[in-house]
């Protein structure tokens, strides 16, 4: 063996370092599957489920069209109102369990829904009795 | 003649050795973040498993001396005296926090007068709130009960949670301790130690603290702190 041989700079992989490059890039999978999983918890990223439509119609105890904010929760907040029949229709809605919340005058009930991708859920009538002062 | 004069690689680069570190640590950040769990807690409760005579301390702490760190969004509110005293008329008062779960303790409560308080939790865009609110309400159907509310845009929904009061409950009785416990989707309140109701949402995963007046309700505490939810 030769002086260069001695001196040699490009050492020959060892099997531990090997070890160390498998331990890392399993290290960067996990962290980045964490990533991946903590953005599908996000509200945004249940859009990428797939959205429907809900649509309804808020009468009052006597069955007369009421002129009501209309919020959608569940993936965040959707904000949309009545027309002057009482309808209402509210597009991109995030597939799945949502809730649709009538407001008046400070006061609101929630009903449950599930949302169709692609498809228009219709909730009918939605009977609204003034919730503002049950706390008077 | 082989390399048996060579010299032997005694181990790691201490550029891989960092770099292991690094994702490591990336790697428990992940962990605690999609588990939601709260690092600075995390890491307190270690200690005091530890050392049994530490405990972690307050997310937040008020005695009233001023309202320096409350966002007064109606209503009167004075600190006076060391008491924080609400009321007449709707009043709301917020305090933000990073938190999402935590227990708000409120200390020496007065209902002088009215038909109750409420203490908000999971608060957010506090102008016109989005959260929930546990309210201490004897204006509640008849005889009065503790309820949840869920607030949307500032308007207030039918309460998700709703427990009528003990026959014979004093709602002006002076000095009562009021709890709520804010956990995942769950909230408890107490007064006095002992559970009224309990509700569960999850709609509003986190958000600060507020109090809340309406009508003719006058009310005073002595203390507020907020800390980590069990």
């Known amino acids: 063996m030769g002086i260069q041989d001695y001196y040699q700079t490009d050492l020959p992989k060892k099997p531990i370092r090997v070890r160390l490059y498998v331990m890392l890039a399993a290290v960067i999978v996990m962290v980045l599957l964490l990533g991946a999983i903590k953005l599908f918890q996000s509200d945004q990223a249940q859009y990428l489920l797939g959205t429907g439509t809900v649509a309804g119609i808020v009468v009052d105890e006597s069955d007369r069209p009421l002129n009501a904010e209309i919020y959608v929760l569940g993936a965040g907040m959707i904000n949309s109102h009545t027309d002057e029949n009482g309808a209402f229709t509210v597009q991109g809605v995030p597939s799945g369990q949502r809730s649709v919340v009538v407001v008046m005058n400070g006061g609101g009930l929630e009903y449950p829904v599930t949302i169709a991708t692609g498809a228009t859920t219709d909730m009918g009538r939605l009977r609204f009795i003034g919730t503002r002062v049950p706390s008077k | ?230």
């Not at chain 2, 890491?43 to 050392?51: E, I, K, S």
């Not at chain 2, 020496?108 to 102008?127: C, E, I, K, M, P």
């Open chain 2, 1 to 230: 003649m082989k390399g048996s004069g060579r010299a032997r690689e005694s181990g790691q680069a201490y550029t891989e050795y960092a770099l292991m570190l690094i994702f490591i640590a990336l790697f428990v950040s992940s962990v605690l973040a999609v588990t939601g769990l709260d690092v600075s807690l995390t890491m307190c409760r270690v200690v005091v498993a530890l050392n049994s005579t530490q405990q972690c301390g307050h997310y937040f702490q008020d005695d009233f001396a001023n309202l320096s760190g409350w966002n007064i969004i109606s209503g009167a509110w004075q600190a006076a005296n060391g008491f924080l005293t609400g009321g007449p008329n709707e009043g709301r008062i917020f305090h933000n926090l990073s938190q999402s779960d935590y227990t708000i303790n409120l200390k020496d409560v007065t209902l002088n007068q009215g038909n109750g308080y409420g203490v908000f939790f999971r608060a957010s865009n506090t102008s016109a709130v989005n959260g929930y609110s546990f309210q201490y309400d004897p204006g509640y159907g008849s005889g009065g009960s503790f309820i949840m509310r869920k607030w949307v845009n500032g308007n207030e929904l039918a309460p998700f949670a709703a427990v009528p009061a003990p026959a014979g409950f004093n709602w002006n009785q002076p000095n009562r301790q009021i709890q709520v416990v804010v956990k995942g989707n769950t909230f408890t309140a107490y007064v006095d130690g002992k559970k009224m109701v309990s509700g569960s949402d999850s709609t509003y995963p986190s958000g600060g603290i507020g109090l809340r007046t309406w009508d003719g309700t006058t009310f005073r505490t002595d203390n507020l702190t907020v800390d980590p939810a069990p």
